[in-house]
T-cell receptor, first 110, second 115 residues
Framework: GEDVEQSLFLSVREGDSSVINCTYT??????LYWYKQEPGAGLQLLTY?????DMKQDQRLTVLLNKKDKHLSLRIADTQTGDSAIYFC??????????FGTGTKLQVIP | NAGVMQNPRHLVRRRGQEARLRCSPM?????VYWYRQLPEEGLKFMVY????????ESGMPKERFSAEFPKEGPSILRIQQVVRGDSAAYFC?????????????FGDGTRLSIL
């Protein structure tokens, strides 16, 4: 079945760049997503990328996709304390049943 | 333009009671998905519904859990005879259709606590 893996924890200093990595197994994935979850809140869709793309940039966010290695990354430039949250990598194919990773907790140190 | 609305935000039940979780999709969305998030874990797919139809319930426990999305009104996730292990956050998502460029948008979830 589908599997999505990501590291559990990342700590960066305010103003530095953060890079969160993710690997997935489903070669038929159509869409790959990054969601942000703050404590006690729902999931906020940050960005998503189609599997036929290798990069997408949206303001401070850059998504890189290596389809050959099934590797996805999210880079947050100039990380702020408000970026502290759990970031979920996710993938879907077909009718969009989404498979989530376990989340990476980003801690931003002032 | 309201997003996905879930209620209640928090629900407390005693073992053996029933829990009903409601989800109103975004305006114009006809596809609804339910996910469960156990503490310190990611979200796990439970069920995918369109109006009056269950499309995929492969993630639903075989007993006590049911879901519906009637022609009128919100989607309902129903858990009968709740047990402690049902304590989790239940998220609903909706999408417009299954075509390209149609990501799922999530509600804020219902946090279910079983005493």
């Amino acid at each position: 079945g589908e599997d999505v893996e990501q590291s559990l924890f990342l700590s960066v200093r305010e103003g530095d760049s953060s890079v969160i990595n993710c690997t997935y197994t489903d070669s038929s994935s159509t869409y790959l997503y990054w969601y942000k979850q703050e404590p006690g809140a729902g999931l906020q869709l940050l960005t998503y990328i189609f599997s036929n793309m290798d990069m997408k940039q949206d303001q401070r966010l850059t998504v890189l996709l290596n389809k050959k290695d099934k590797h996805l990354s999210l880079r947050i430039a100039d990380t702020q304390t408000g970026d502290s949250a759990i970031y979920f990598c996710a993938e879907s194919g077909g009718y969009q049943k989404v498979t989530f990773g376990t989340g990476t907790k980003l801690q931003v140190i002032p | 333009n309201a997003g996905v609305m879930q209620n209640p935000r928090h629900l407390v039940r005693r073992r053996g009671q029933e829990a009903r979780l409601r989800c109103s999709p975004m305006k114009g969305h006809s596809h609804v998905y339910w996910y469960r998030q156990l503490p310190e874990e990611g979200l796990k797919f439970m069920v995918y519904l369109q109006k009056e139809n269950i499309i995929d319930e492969s993630g639903m426990p075989k007993e006590r859990f049911s879901a519906e999305f009637p022609k009128e009104g919100p989607s309902i996730l129903r858990i009968q005879q709740v047990v402690r292990g049902d304590s989790a956050a239940y998220f609903c998502a909706s999408s417009q259709n299954t075509g390209d460029n149609q990501p799922q948008h999530f509600g804020d979830g219902t946090r279910l606590s079983i005493l």
